[in-house]
């Protein structure tokens, strides 16, 4: 299986095509226009994001229109929570955010400043110092994410999930011959119903209190230079779940570099003590969604959103195939 490039999938928004009112706003920010911006290559979304320098000053800057797309409302619940976690937590801070009108249309955009991190994305490849501090963030981030007040952090990991039909009667209709998967290896009858049952077990496998990220993949991770710290970044899915739950959906891409998955997991005091059936139970979860989404018409606006599902997707399945020991 060949792997995914996560720095390159984005389609955004120039710095040009913004409103000259948001454009004003980054330059006062600057303290004069902007003399270089390098779009943000990673995510799925159409919103714009970019680092905008003048000089020596730098910022991570993010925009959306109310009448634009679903990225509005994102944008504005991810400068909620920034603007509500405490100093000191390895993400990267919010400088600003605040409404701006666009005077030709009248449209309101959300416009967050964020600190410019300089680093690498972890994954070309995957190291165990990567690794490790990718986990070390999340060690610290598990406490005091708790500290968020709870209007901010509603529903849980399951949500989107356990609650689409599609995704929770996909694998029952491939085991059944009424769908097939042709970005999967060949499965057997008994695998798919393996997966189908441990879909309909997630709700009850995954009940928890702990608040998590609920979105980490590769591209959300910044990996600073020098200092090699994990910043955690993209913050507008945070909800509850296990507190292994963001560990346990990143180690897939881990495997897929070639590390041990399975011992980082057992090592972890996120996961050390997790259940297997749960840790696979969500790992299916998240596969039945992958190949939903796989499977689902290409987006024009997220071209590379698909061809992620079909990735993400065989490497769960993957993994799970070594874990419940389907070739023994």
């Given at each position: 299986m060949t792997g995914f490039d996560?720095?390159?999938?984005?389609?955004?928004?120039?710095?040009e095509d913004l409103p000259r009112d948001v454009r004003d706003v980054i330059a006062g920010y600057l303290g004069g226009p902007p003399d270089h911006v390098q779009p943000a290559g990673g995510g799925f979304t159409p919103g714009f994001a970019a680092t905008v320098r003048r000089g020596g000053a730098a910022l991570f800057v993010k925009a959306a229109s109310r009448s634009g797309s679903f990225v509005?409302?994102?944008y504005l619940r991810e400068s909620a929570v920034?603007?509500?976690?405490?100093d000191g937590l390895p993400i990267p801070r919010l400088v600003s955010s605040q409404a701006v009108t666009d005077s030709a249309s009248g449209d309101e955009w959300v416009l967050?400043?964020?600190e410019h991190?300089?680093?690498?994305?972890?994954g070309s490849p995957w190291t165990m110092d990567q690794a490790a501090a990718v986990h070390a963030s999340l060690i610290g981030l598990d406490q005091r994410l708790q500290m968020l007040p709870a209007h901010l952090v509603t529903g849980s990991v399951?949500?989107?999930l356990t609650d689409d039909g599609?995704?929770?009667?996909?694998?029952?209709r491939c085991a059944a011959g009424e769908q097939s998967v042709p970005f999967l290896p060949a499965l057997g009858r008994e695998h798919w119903l393996d997966l189908q049952g441990l879909v309909e077990r997630a709700p009850f496998l995954l009940e928890a209190s702990r608040i998590v990220h609920n979105d980490l993949r590769p591209d959300n991770v910044i990996i600073e230079q020098p200092s090699g710290r994990a910043l955690i970044c993209d913050w507008n899915f945070v909800t509850r779940g296990p507190a292994w739950a963001d560990w346990a959906g990143l180690l897939p891409y881990l495997r897929h570099g070639g590390l041990d998955a399975d011992?980082?997991?057992?090592s972890s005091p996120l996961s050390g003590g997790a259940g297997a059936d749960s840790i696979d139970a969500w790992l299916a979860l998240l596969a039945a969604y992958m190949v939903v989404s796989g499977l689902s018409p290409e987006v024009a606006s997220s071209p590379k959103l698909r061809a992620h599902g079909r990735f993400t997707a065989g490497i769960m399945i993957d993994w799970l195939s070594e874990r419940r020991k389907w070739a023994a």
């Amino acid at each position: 299986m060949t792997g995914f490039d996560y720095s390159s999938t984005a389609r955004r928004p120039a710095h040009e095509d913004l409103p000259r009112d948001v454009r004003d706003v980054i330059a006062g920010y600057l303290g004069g226009p902007p003399d270089h911006v390098q779009p943000a290559g990673g995510g799925f979304t159409p919103g714009f994001a970019a680092t905008v320098r003048r000089g020596g000053a730098a910022l991570f800057v993010k925009a959306a229109s109310r009448s634009g797309s679903f990225v509005y409302p994102a944008y504005l619940r991810e400068s909620a929570v920034l603007a509500a976690l405490p100093d000191g937590l390895p993400i990267p801070r919010l400088v600003s955010s605040q409404a701006v009108t666009d005077s030709a249309s009248g449209d309101e955009w959300v416009l967050l400043c964020l600190e410019h991190i300089d680093g690498i994305m972890p994954g070309s490849p995957w190291t165990m110092d990567q690794a490790a501090a990718v986990h070390a963030s999340l060690i610290g981030l598990d406490q005091r994410l708790q500290m968020l007040p709870a209007h901010l952090v509603t529903g849980s990991v399951s949500d989107g999930l356990t609650d689409d039909g599609a995704v929770m009667a996909i694998f029952g209709r491939c085991a059944a011959g009424e769908q097939s998967v042709p970005f999967l290896p060949a499965l057997g009858r008994e695998h798919w119903l393996d997966l189908q049952g441990l879909v309909e077990r997630a709700p009850f496998l995954l009940e928890a209190s702990r608040i998590v990220h609920n979105d980490l993949r590769p591209d959300n991770v910044i990996i600073e230079q020098p200092s090699g710290r994990a910043l955690i970044c993209d913050w507008n899915f945070v909800t509850r779940g296990p507190a292994w739950a963001d560990w346990a959906g990143l180690l897939p891409y881990l495997r897929h570099g070639g590390l041990d998955a399975d011992a980082l997991l057992r090592s972890s005091p996120l996961s050390g003590g997790a259940g297997a059936d749960s840790i696979d139970a969500w790992l299916a979860l998240l596969a039945a969604y992958m190949v939903v989404s796989g499977l689902s018409p290409e987006v024009a606006s997220s071209p590379k959103l698909r061809a992620h599902g079909r990735f993400t997707a065989g490497i769960m399945i993957d993994w799970l195939s070594e874990r419940r020991k389907w070739a023994a």
